[in-house]
């Protein structure tokens, strides 16, 4: 199975600053024949099932803000948002879909400083 | 709408059974793999179950294999899961979903459903 692990596990960040959750794969998640990362990425309100951020990696799903972004490649990836609004408070959580089983990341919940 | 709704979930006693549901409307179910993720009470997701277009091909997690089977009617739009010699540590809100995969971005999931087995 791959395994995903994200960094950190909690982070507090202030309004208006930058915020940056990291996912690494055990294995690489990039598929050589299209040339695309089979990672996605979720955010998970409190008693809401998660919403579904970015796939492929960096194709931002439609409706998501610009000031989130999801980059890397292989077995490294990163999910940043430039400019940290009180509604982004969430966990988010990394999840491959290169091969079964599918496998989240634990998590990084995302607060207020 | 485009939704799935689960229902069928409760408190059951170590070594039941439950049965799952999950009803979808306002998309073309046939068309899309299902799968179930359960996510304990404070904890993060888990992937469980999925199920191919047709019913013929399955998988599941480990740690409910040979206990949890998934199944589906694509005559009535409906996504089961079926779950026997149940244990503590399947407590967990069960999310039915179709997930963003290699051929397709259409990820969905319903609201879930809570299954608490305990005595």
């Known amino acids: 199975d791959i395994v995903m692990t994200q960094s950190p596990g909690s982070l507090a960040v202030s309004l208006g600053e930058r915020a940056t959750i990291n996912c690494k794969s055990s294995q690489s998640v990039l598929n050589s024949s299209n040339n695309k990362n089979f990672l996605a990425w979720y955010q998970q309100k409190p008693g809401q099932p998660p919403k579904l951020l970015f796939y492929?990696?960096?194709t931002r799903e439609s409706g998501v803000p610009d000031r989130f972004t999801g980059s890397g490649s292989g077995t490294d990836f990163t999910l940043t948002i430039s400019s940290l609004q009180a509604e982004d408070v969430a966990v988010y959580y990394c999840q491959q879909y290169y091969s079964a089983p599918r496998t989240f990341g634990q998590g990084t919940k995302l607060e207020i400083k | 709408e485009v939704q799935l709704v689960e229902s069928g979930g409760g408190l059951v006693q170590p070594g039941g059974s439950l049965r799952l549901s999950c009803a979808a409307s306002?998309?073309?179910?046939?068309?899309?793999?299902m799968h179930w993720v359960r996510q304990a009470p404070g904890k993060g997701l888990v992937w469980v179950s999925i199920i191919n277009i047709d019913g013929s091909s399955t998988a599941y997690a480990d740690s409910v294999k040979g206990r949890f089977t998934i199944s589906r009617d694509n005559a009535k739009n409906t996504l089961f899961l079926q779950m026997t010699s149940l244990r503590a540590e399947d407590t967990a809100v069960y999310y039915c979903?179709?997930?963003?995969?290699?051929?397709?971005?259409?990820?969905?999931w319903g609201q879930g459903t809570l299954v608490t087995v305990s005595s």
């Open positions: 492929w990696a960096s």
């Open positions: 979903a179709s997930l963003a995969s290699p051929g397709h971005n259409f990820d969905l």
């Open positions: 306002g998309f073309t179910f046939r068309n899309y793999w």
